[in-house]
């Protein structure tokens, strides 16, 4: 899939270069203001590219603004070929994407080709959805009368993106909002503007393809003061953000301030319960990935695991033995499955979770410890850790952005439901059991809290098709598949009388 096998910094710019080309970025280099593209895998700076202010954010809304007002018109099965073509067009440039995906972010292969697919699947799926945004019809109380609901496009959706999700979260957002009859104002984490520059490429030669206006999708690569106008902006009716409970608790009354809507996918703090009962050899594989793989670094990531006390010290023995067994280095390495932490802040975090985890009573199986890379002292790489602990401790409430397991004990099913539940978030959480009663009272209205709740699989890896999110301080929003795309439109009720009485509801006697 690569002729090239990068080692260096200079390689891993060579290559990126030669990614953006093949996907048709043209990188300005004249711009006045710029942001730096940076590496995880070696901590380097790549190159810089231009930067948005907030002119050119707002000029960036007023755009997909009167994109919107053509675009809201095209049949929305046309608007779904654009979407198949750009489908295509991510599925051509697969390798070029996932490269990029592990140069910015320090994803494995795998991965990174994984969220690829997840792209070309919510295209996939957002096709079909283009021939079926159906309302429904109610029997009028009235003779002579029609009660429907018609779904119409929204208008310009903002879609505020993380660093460990580049592309897919915002191909969520996107294609299901084009296929809506919204158009996008894209603004992505500093951190990965590269797969940002590529993917808005891509849609934009698909959108010149089909000779449909570039404007549906803009990119706006700005600071946080920058964003400020796509939170406070009339013209944006709908802010889909993923990121940090922070960051959430800012813009949400920010934007409903204005009574502008919002899509929030913040903090998750998953858990796997594991039954006496569970199938031990599902539960450690499961766990080992939800709990390591992305290095941690996804918003499904199992953080959490509630083991019942016969078989807490079987499990973690042999967690222990499959951590020992991770090779933790290089992403662009074949035999390599735990990449880079993003950036030392990330690694201090989990440094001090591990610490105040250890100060609240918690005893370290393994990890933890920072892997050095010869000659990248600015690349931050860890031994994925699990950390026992006697207890929920504050440090344990809260979402560490790392490969940081913490596992717990339990003894009745009522006490693993309730410590599971015990945390300000809410997105993810498994359970491991071969008893059918206790997997359906998990899945229960007084089981599980979470948007995301699996039996016999960890907590990440959710497919498109499903609606994607979760509750409490996870925000409440969801996205990608099922009914998600109704919080894309807005819902007009329309009652037509087609007799020549009229009849007024509530039988009310007027004139
Ligand atoms: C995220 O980490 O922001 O379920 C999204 C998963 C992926 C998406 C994660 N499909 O793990």
Redesign the pocket.
């Given at each position: 899939p690569t002729s090239l096998h990068p080692r260096s910094s200079e390689d891993l710019r060579h290559l990126a270069r030669a990614c953006l080309q093949r996907c048709g970025v043209a990188i300005d280099t004249s711009a006045r203001s710029t942001v730096t593209a940076r590496t995880p895998v070696t901590g380097d700076e790549l190159f810089d590219i231009p930067a948005a202010d907030a002119a050119a954010v707002g000029a960036a809304v007023q755009a997909a603004h009167e994109a919107f007002l053509r675009w809201r018109t095209v049949p929305a099965p046309e608007r779904g070929r654009l979407v198949k073509r750009f489908g295509e067009l991510v599925e051509l440039h697969r390798h070029d994407l996932a490269e990029l995906i592990m140069i910015e972010v320090g994803k494995i292969r795998s991965e990174a080709l994984g969220e690829v697919q997840?792209m070309i699947d919510v295209c996939d799926f957002a096709v079909g959805l283009s021939r079926r945004l159906e309302g429904r019809t109610m029997p009028s109380e009235r003779p002579g009368h029609r009660l429907m609901e018609t779904w119409h496009p929204l208008g310009v959706v903002a879609v505020i993106s993380?660093f460990?999700?580049p592309a897919?979260?915002w191909a969520w957002n996107a294609a299901i909002a084009l296929v809506c009859g919204d158009t996008v104002v894209w603004k992505p984490s500093p951190m990965t503007s590269l797969t940002a520059l590529a993917c808005s490429a891509l849609l934009e030669r698909a959108a010149a393809e089909c000779d449909m206006p570039s404007e549906i999708n803009r990119l706006v690569i700005c600071d946080v003061p920058a964003a400020g106008i796509l939170l406070d902006s009339p013209l944006v009716p709908l802010v889909s953000a993923?990121g940090s409970e922070r960051m959430g608790a800012e813009i949400a009354p920010r934007i409903a301030r204005r009574f502008g809507r919002s899509i929030l996918?913040l903090g998750g703090n998953n858990a796997a319960v594991v039954a006496p009962s569970a199938d031990l050899d599902l539960a450690v594989r499961g766990i080992a990935f939800a709990a390591v793989g992305t290095a941690g670094q996804?918003?499904?990531t199992m953080r959490r695991v509630i083991a019942h006390e016969s078989v807490v010290d079987e499990l973690v023995e042999r967690l222990d033995a499959a951590y020992a067994k991770l090779v933790v280095g290089d992403p662009f390495d074949e035999a390599t499955l735990v990449g880079p932490l993003i950036d030392g802040t990330a690694f201090g975090a989990m440094r001090r979770a591990v610490d105040r985890a250890v100060r609240d009573g918690g005893t370290v199986v393994t990890g933890g410890t920072r892997v050095d890379r010869e000659g990248a002292p600015q690349a931050y790489y860890a031994r994925p850790a699990i950390v026992r602990m006697p207890g929920q401790s504050d440090i344990v409430r809260q979402e560490t952005f790392a490969p940081l397991l913490y596992v717990m004990t339990y003894d009745s099913f009522e006490e693993a439901v309730r410590l599971h539940n015990a945390v300000p978030q809410g997105l993810s959480s498994s359970i491991f059991t071969l008893d059918q009663r206790e997997a359906e009272s998990f899945l229960a209205a007084d089981g599980s809290d979470c948007g995301i709740v699996n039996v016999n699989i960890g907590t990440?890896?959710?497919e498109i098709g499903g609606a994607?999110g979760g509750e409490k301080s996870t925000g409440g929003g969801r996205e990608s598949g099922s009914d998600a795309w109704r919080g894309y439109m807005r819902r007009a009720t329309n009652t037509i009388n087609y007799s020549s009485a009229l009849p007024l509801a509530q039988g009310v006697a007027f004139v």
């Open positions: 997840e993380a460990n999700f897919a979260v993923t996918e996804r918003c499904t990440s890896g959710a994607f």
